[in-house]
């Protein structure tokens, strides 16, 4: 009799460009992909908040992921894409090269960060594919405690200013 082979897990994410670079969110996590809109500044935010949008009625931080990986500033054009992805406090948007779409990835391959590249705290995992690396990203570690308590603080502000 023939061993049938367990099927694989299979890890669902949403794959974004940053600088050529392939990043992944998990699936869950993300509600949609907007095209570019205007950004409002909104003062006392940490650096790594651009601005705010208005996505539905509802205030929305814009967190730019490039000072976190090393990559150079960008100025958002009218090509770039925001993508709106949901951590357990907050929605956010997240400027974007691109959105490559959503993959299924066999959870065996996924590595440990700390097995490639140690010290990268935003990164959960890394996957080796035949034309490059693609980093998971870590969007509840984006924010540290003192980030998330003065952007609420800056959103709250803003709100009673409104």
Known sequence: MRQMKPASRLWQCV????????YALHLSQV???????????L????????????????VVPVLDLRPRFGLRPHECGLTDHLLLARTTRRMLA????????????????ILAPS????G???????????????FIHDLEALLSMDEEQRLTEAIDDREVDA
């Not at 509600?31 to 500044?41: E, G, K, L, Q």
């Not at 997240?94 to 391959?109: K, S, T, Y």
């Open 15 to 22: 794959v974004f460009l940053l600088e050529g670079q392939r």
């Open 31 to 41: 509600d949609r992909v907007v095209s570019m809109v205007a950004i409002s500044p």
């Open 43 to 58: 003062p006392k935010t940490p650096a790594i908040v651009s601005g705010v949008i208005n996505h539905r009625g509802s």
């Open 94 to 109: 997240l400027p974007v090269d691109e959105v490559l779409g959503v993959n299924e990835i066999p959870v065996e391959d």
């Open 115 to 118: 097995t490639l590249l140690p």
């Open 120 to 134: 990268v705290g935003y990164v959960t995992g890394i996957v080796a594919l035949a034309d490059g690396l693609l």
